[in-house]
Nanobody, 128 residues
């Protein structure tokens, strides 16, 4: 069983920064896809950033240049550094992982509807 625990959410003003962290435990190895997915109120979940089994990151267009995903394989930890935050970034952010770590399966387009393991989510609120 895989468990994911996020931390680091909160409230900031537009232009501010936050760093989300996720600690993974249980049966998970370096080949797993790791991802951040968000859900804006009233909308479906969408992929924000992923890192595949080769350690290659991918970002949704709406966060490119502002967010950075990083993975500490030894510590089974995933981070999301968010800068220049906008009110449109207000959402619940979920850490997610899936054993299918290849890029074809681990990307911002496929991860939201397919990933198997989810954290409980952390709220990020950006005010104007």
């Amino acid at each position: 069983q895989v468990q994911l625990e996020e931390s680091g959410g909160g409230s900031v003003q537009a232009g501010g920064s936050l760093r989300l962290s996720c600690v993974a435990s249980g049966y998970i190895d370096e080949s797993y896809c790791m991802a951040w997915v968000r859900q804006v109120s009233g909308k479906e979940r969408e992929g924000v950033a992923t890192v595949d089994r080769d350690g290659i990151p991918m970002y949704a267009d709406f966060v490119k240049g502002r967010f950075t995903i990083s993975r500490d394989r030894a510590a089974n930890t995933l981070h999301l550094e968010m800068t220049n935050l906008e009110p449109a970034d207000t959402a619940i952010y979920y850490c997610a992982t899936d054993p299918r770590g290849r890029r074809d399966d681990c990307n911002t387009f496929s991860v939201a509807p397919r990933v198997r393991h989810w954290g409980q989510g952390t709220q990020v609120t950006v005010s104007s």
